[in-house]
């Protein structure tokens, strides 16, 4: 396995890399434009160097990166690159899919093979026939499943659920995880001829704790973006904000960034951000605030009580998180839209005084808090077909708070 401090592992077979052009300054640009990588970084420039010559090739590629660092972007950049580019990329998230119908998923079934199989039904491999398959999160897939994927690389073929016959397929794999698949390999969930078949190129991209000079680009990028696809007027970061994104350690990587950025936009209501905004909404997502050391040489019943104020700072946070979230997606405020008409009433008063008469909204549109709060949950964990895991990183809780929003809302997840 490549290491982490070279950021980026190659192995190549009987071919060597070949260093960028040094008029590559134009091409570099209008590779981050077209594929959405950001980034000057050296990391980032390998990448896009590993890219531009793997791609022409049919060459299975592993993608190696931490949840949130643009796994599937580097692989629709090599899609986009190759002779393919015209032809499906099927995106499969192997952890979303239940192991029960995974092989039903990737090979289709024949009519009668189960029962619900009520017709014949074709799988990912054969609808991306002549395109590139990507397998997400490769490693969350069943051992049984992998067997077959090992036969699809050395020869091309599969055999449909409930069928004989072998198909063909020309597809391309490219396959990501952010697990240590040798790792998995000990452990006997991963099989190794598998490992040895998918990682002939390996790219692996940095986390972006190890790439904080990209952070400035990237920002911007996501700002300007963002104000841009909702009309917001937005006056920008101050040198100091941009200090406390350099020291924060981003567990969630460029995901987390993105995300970050939109929602204190929303929040600060375009207003320029400086160091104390930031770290307002930086500073619950600290580890060393929410760990804080809890001294043993105390009473017992003054460590049960910090036990407890630690608990209590948990579900503070675990709230507040869920109500930015519905009021940031459900809520935007409508003043930072510039063309929308203000809509307030202004009545002159018999004494002179002017009043300031706000729209009053229909109490019957009006959802709950609680309403609000099962619907978002409900939405994420549809988008994640129940994947409880992934739907509660993405709504930046843990999973124990999602496992309790479900059974006191009752979901059937």
Same mark, same amino acid.
């Given at each position: 396995m490549p290491t982490q401090s070279n950021f980026l592992g190659i192995i190549l077979k009987q071919s060597e890399m070949k260093p960028l052009p040094a008029n590559s300054n134009d091409t570099f640009e209008n590779f981050q434009n077209e594929s959405g990588i950001i980034g000057r970084s050296p990391a980032i420039r390998q990448i896009f160097e590993t890219i531009a010559q793997v791609a022409p090739s049919d060459i299975a590629v592993l993608i190696i990166g931490e949840s949130g660092t643009g796994k599937e972007l580097v692989a629709r950049a090599i899609h986009k690159k190759s002779r393919r580019a015209d032809k499906p990329l099927i995106v499969v998230n192997c952890g979303a899919i239940p192991e029960g119908i995974i092989e039903s998923e990737l090979f289709g079934h024949e009519k009668g093979a189960f029962t619900g199989a009520i017709g014949m039904r074709k799988?990912?491999?054969?609808?991306?026939?002549t395109g590139t398959v990507f397998l997400d999160e490769i490693g969350e897939m069943p051992l049984n499943a992998q067997v077959k994927i090992l036969r699809v690389l050395e020869g091309n073929e599969f055999s449909r659920v409930g069928g004989a016959e072998p198909k063909h397929t020309d597809v391309r794999i490219i396959a990501a995880t952010n697990r240590e698949l040798d790792q998995e390999i000990q452990n006997g969930t991963?099989?190794?001829d598998l490992y040895f078949r !998918?990682?002939?190129?390996?790219?692996?991209? %940095?986390? !972006? &704790?190890?790439? /904080?000079?990209?952070? %400035? !680009?990237?920002?911007?990028?996501?700002?300007? /973006?963002f104000c841009l696809q909702n009309h917001i007027n937005f006056d920008g970061f101050d040198d100091s904000a941009f200090s406390v994104m350099m020291e924060y350690h981003w567990p969630g990587n460029v995901r987390e960034l993105k995300n970050t950025i939109e929602s204190i936009i929303i929040l600060e209501k375009g207003q320029r951000i400086d160091q104390q905004v930031m770290l307002k909404h930086l500073t619950f997502l600290r580890p060393e605030m929410r760990n804080l050391p809890i001294p043993v040489n105390r009473p017992a019943e003054k460590i049960?009580?910090?036990f407890i104020y630690h608990a209590l700072l948990d579900l503070k946070t675990e709230i507040s998180q869920l109500r930015e979230l519905i009021f940031t997606r459900l809520f935007p405020p &409508?003043?930072?839209?510039?063309?929308?008409?203000?809509?307030?009433?202004?009545? %002159?008063?018999? *004494?002179?005084?002017?009043?300031?008469?706000? %729209?009053?909204?229909d109490p019957r549109s009006i959802?709950? !808090?609680?309403?609000?709060? /099962? $619907?978002?949950?409900?939405?994420?964990?549809?988008?994640?077909?129940? *994947? $409880? &895991? /992934?739907?509660? $990183?993405?709504?930046k809780i843990s999973e124990r708070t999602l496992y309790r929003k479900i059974k006191e809302y009752n979901l059937p997840f």
């Open positions: 799988g990912f491999f054969e609808m991306g026939d991963f099989r190794q !998918l990682h002939a190129v390996t790219i692996q991209i %940095p986390p !972006l &704790r190890a790439r /904080k000079d990209d952070i %400035p !680009l990237l920002v911007n990028s996501f700002a300007r /973006k049960e009580r910090e &409508r003043r930072l839209r510039s063309w929308e008409p203000d809509e307030t009433l202004i009545i %002159p008063h018999e *004494n002179g005084e002017i009043i300031y008469d706000e %729209p009053q909204p959802a709950t !808090l609680e309403e609000m709060e /099962k $619907k978002l949950i409900e939405d994420t964990l549809n988008r994640f077909d129940g *994947n $409880k &895991r /992934k739907a509660a $990183k993405s709504l």
